[in-house]
């Protein structure tokens, strides 16, 4: 006996809400990565990977960080699909939202912007086996390394600088991040993000 079926077409659950926008001039893209990336990962990738490959767009940051490897995967993103965005940091940029940041090429940030280096933190759960955790610390130091050399590599600055502000750990503000040639600074009263980026492209 067959079975019965329901009388309304069955539709996938719609996956999440994305705030990517695409009315921006030029028809640029604008993404903005917020919160804890590892709670986001799955929905900031989607976004990245909405966008056209090797466009141009702005992405906007206010996180306090989350997995490296959450960070990881984004800054893999944007340099492996090729895509060039203006990055500014909104309100914070902190601990693995540090790598999608240096990720980008053009970065931006506000007087009052906030970016927080620190060493990386390992966290296990309770039964994790003895055998495991020997090998977690050994991987960790590894990794601490790798994500170090990377940060150098895309900033484009020396391994002293990072390894200074790293450790013990320091806030670095919008201006100390300029002067470091490490990004460049805009003003919430200078007129919009494009405008003023225009204007510096233009003197440059």
């Known amino acids: 006996m067959p079975e019965d079926r329901p009388s309304f077409p069955l539709r996938a659950y719609p996956g999440p809400i994305s705030t990517v926008r695409s009315d921006a001039p030029k028809g640029d893209w604008e993404i903005m990565l917020s ?56 309100g914070e940029c902190s ?24 060493p990386m933190r390992w966290q296990s759960e309770e ?20 994500i170090d050399g990377l940060l150098v590599r895309m900033f484009g600055c ?18 100390e991040l300029v002067d470091a040639g490490l990004a460049q600074l805009v003003d919430l009263f200078e007129g919009d993000l494009w405008s003023q980026i225009s204007r510096k492209e233009k003197r440059t």
Do not use: N
């Open 158 to 175: 020396e391994m002293s600088l990072i390894q200074k502000w790293t450790r013990p750990g320091k806030f670095v503000k919008g201006p």
């Open 35 to 90: 919160g804890d990336l590892t709670d986001k990962q799955a929905e900031l990738a989607d976004k990245l990977m909405e966008v056209p490959r090797r466009s141009r767009g702005t992405i906007f940051i206010d996180s306090s960080g989350g997995s490296v490897f959450s960070g990881l995967a984004l800054a893999s993103i944007i340099r492996l699909r090729g895509l060039d965005p203006a990055v500014i940091v909104a």
């Open 127 to 146: 039964d994790v086996r003895l055998e495991e955790a020997a090998e977690w610390a050994r991987y960790f130091k590894v990794l601490e390394e790798d």
């Open 95 to 118: 601990s693995a939202a540090l790598v999608p940041f240096a990720a980008c090429r053009r970065r931006y940030v506000t007087p009052y912007s906030a970016l927080l280096f620190h």
